[in-house]
């Protein structure tokens, strides 16, 4: 039942017209449980918020899959003015990007072009940016924009998903990049062909990815809100010494609120991963997609407006 419900949510999370029905009718369903506001100017105090806990943040501008070269251009340069603003409120925050929206699927030198505009700008403040990782059908090409981008900026990172075959020989190969890598299961629908369907495959192969760039001693994060994958990950750090600002734990917004306070009570950093913008379907749909407990808070938001 739980994967049929899985299926249904990832289904809907590719389906255009529902999305742009849910641009029109803006934040509902629950959604602004999960978002951080439509516009960053609207995220700035619960950014602080969340640094006066003690918590860091991670900001996301939600869109995705972009297909004209003119709006690539436009969310790159909003993304600049988002670096200027997190420096200028002197907010504990960096950026996390989706390539797609930057371009990646229209052309190569677009998409580099458009994250050095950012990177420079973030590079200048001391900002640094995560590349998010999309669908297997893009990862390589993200990886190659990845390594292209860091032989020239210390300050840009990339994701990894334990639900790939491939992940292992990747972190193998970005080893000698010293890369910042966000570790997670994976959020989208891959074939058997590609992505282990069974989720113990996916819960191990998390931890022994942990494991590998943590020992190979690249600064890792820990993208998960699975315990057993956070107390591994404490665990490993106990038995290696390797101290706590090597290290970190990334959650998404509104998702075990009090696990991520109490780690960082215990010293751990924490960085919440806060999305913001109006096209939050596909990213909404994939949250439910995991958790169907999400579904309550959803449809309680349908009937409590
Ligand atoms: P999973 O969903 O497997 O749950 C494991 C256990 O944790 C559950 O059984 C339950 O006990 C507990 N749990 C989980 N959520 C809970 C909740 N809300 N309340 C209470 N208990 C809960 N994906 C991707 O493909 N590309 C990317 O770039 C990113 N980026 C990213 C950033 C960050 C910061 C995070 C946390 C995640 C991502 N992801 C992602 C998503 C990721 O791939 C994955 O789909 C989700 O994190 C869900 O997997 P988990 O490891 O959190 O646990």
Redesign the pocket.
């Known amino acids: 039942m739980q994967a049929i419900t899985k299926n249904f949510f990832l289904f809907l999370s590719n389906n255009k017209t529902l999305d742009r029905l849910a641009k029109q009718y803006g934040t509902r369903f629950g959604v602004d449980k999960l978002v951080g506001g439509e516009t960053f100017s609207q995220a700035v105090p619960v950014i602080r918020q969340l640094n006066d806990e003690g918590l860091v943040v991670?900001v996301d501008h939600l869109g995705e899959f972009v297909d004209s070269e003119e709006e690539a251009k436009e969310r790159a340069g909003e993304a600049v003015e988002t670096v200027q603003a997190m420096f200028d409120h002197n907010l504990a925050c960096e950026m996390?990007v989706k390539l797609t929206s930057l371009g990646l699927d229209i052309s190569r030198e677009l998409v580099i072009r458009n994250m050095e505009r950012i990177l420079d700008k973030a590079q200048a403040l001391g900002i640094t940016l995560q590349i998010?990782?999309?669908d297997s059908g893009r990862c390589q090409a993200t990886i190659d924009v990845f390594k292209e981008l860091r032989a020239k900026y210390p300050n840009v990172g990339l994701?990894i998903?334990s639900y790939l075959y491939r992940s292992d020989r990747d972190l193998d190969e970005l080893d000698k990049y010293d890369p910042y890598v966000?570790l997670?299961?994976?959020?989208?629908k891959e074939p058997g062909t590609v992505a282990f369907q069974d989720?113990d495959m996916v819960?191990k192969n998390?931890k022994q990815l942990v494991k590998k760039h943590m020992l190979n001693g690249n600064y890792t994060a820990v993208?998960?809100?699975?315990?057993e994958?956070i107390n591994f990950t404490k665990e490993l750090a106990r038995e290696h010494g390797i101290s706590k600002d090597r290290f970190e734990f990334?959650?998404?917004y509104g998702?075990?609120n009090k696990l991520q306070h109490d780690l960082a009570k215990e010293g751990y950093t924490v960085?919440v991963?806060m999305p913001y913008g109006m096209e939050w379907y596909g990213y909404y749909m994939?949250r439910l997609a995991?958790?169907p407990?999400?579904i309550a808070f959803a449809v309680k938001g349908i009937f409590s407006r």
Do not use: I, P
């Open positions: 991670t996390s998010d990782m999309e994701v998903q966000r997670v299961k994976g959020a989208y989720k819960d998390l993208g998960s809100h699975d315990e994958v990334q959650m998404l998702m075990r960085r991963y994939r995991e958790r407990a999400n």
